[in-house]
T-cell receptor, first 119, second 111 residues
Framework: GAVVSQHPSWVICKSGTSVKIECRSLDFQATTMFWYRQFPKQSLMLMATSNEGSKATYEQGVEKDKFLINHASLTLSTLTVTSAHPEDSSFYIC???????????????FGEGSRLTVL | RKEVEQDPGPFNVPEGATVAFNCTYSNSASQSFFWYRQDCRKEPKLLMSVYSSGNEDGRFTAQLNRASQYISLLIRDSKLSDSATYLCVVNTNGGYNKLIFGAGTRLAVHP
């Protein structure tokens, strides 16, 4: 079935550095991808919607200059956490919809997630 | 008030038990409803969509009550492999454009 791949799975960085996370749709083209963040024992929170060839749409309260999103192709979206701080430590997950795949319902597939720890 | 509320659990049940999870949502305009399963430190995976008439998939039965804005998931004959966190998910736009996730209900099935 359709697969969404995220890289890296784990990343540890120093405070003040930037970290890039990649999200790829492997078997289908995704004009739209979604970026979520999940803190321990909390729900997934949508951060932004990544649109191929145009600017991302950010949810209220998410700083677009801190969380840079680039959707340069139909199979790749990247999230860059700029000047990371310890409070940015979280589980970041991307997702994409396969319009013709899944169980015929345009199922949303999630990447494996990227666990960021900022020291 | 949270948009999607779930009992966090944990629900500790023996193998073979029947367990039910509940979920309420606040936006009456919500159009699509889902149950996702999330294993520890893994990504969520779609368990099943929830239809107005209720639907069943093997040991899993989902129900929707739009009047009460209430969704349920029933698991029969629990297996050890059912141990996970079950996420109630709603969408107000239809489809998958903007999903609102509950914090999840944790299930632990023991021998």
């Amino acid at each position: 079935g359709a697969v969404v791949s995220q890289h890296p799975s784990w990343v540890i960085c120093k405070s003040g550095t930037s970290v890039k996370i990649e999200c790829r749709s492997l078997d289908f083209q995704a004009t739209t991808m979604f970026w979520y963040r999940q803190f321990p024992k909390q729900s997934l929170m949508l951060m932004a919607t990544s649109n191929e060839g145009s600017k991302a749409t950010y949810e209220q309260g998410v700083e677009k200059d801190k969380f840079l999103i680039n959707h340069a192709s139909l199979t790749l979206s990247t999230l860059t956490v700029t000047s990371a701080h310890p409070e940015d430590s979280s589980f970041y997950i991307c997702s994409a919809r396969d319009p013709g795949g899944g169980r015929g319902t345009g199922e949303l597939f999630f990447g494996e997630g990227s666990r960021l720890t900022v020291l | 008030r949270k948009e999607v509320e779930q009992d966090p659990g944990p629900f500790n049940v023996p193998e073979g038990a029947t367990v039910a999870f509940n979920c309420t949502y606040s936006n009456s305009a919500s159009q699509s409803f889902f149950w996702y399963r999330q294993d520890c430190r893994k990504e969520p995976k779609l368990l099943m969509s929830v239809y107005s008439s209720g639907n069943e998939d093997g040991r899993f039965t989902a129900q929707l009550n739009r009047a009460s804005q209430y969704i349920s998931l029933l698991i029969r004959d629990s297996k050890l492999s059912d141990s996970a966190t079950y996420l109630c998910v709603v969408n107000t736009n239809g489809g998958y454009n903007k999903l609102i996730f509950g914090a999840g209900t944790r299930l632990a099935v023991h021998p």
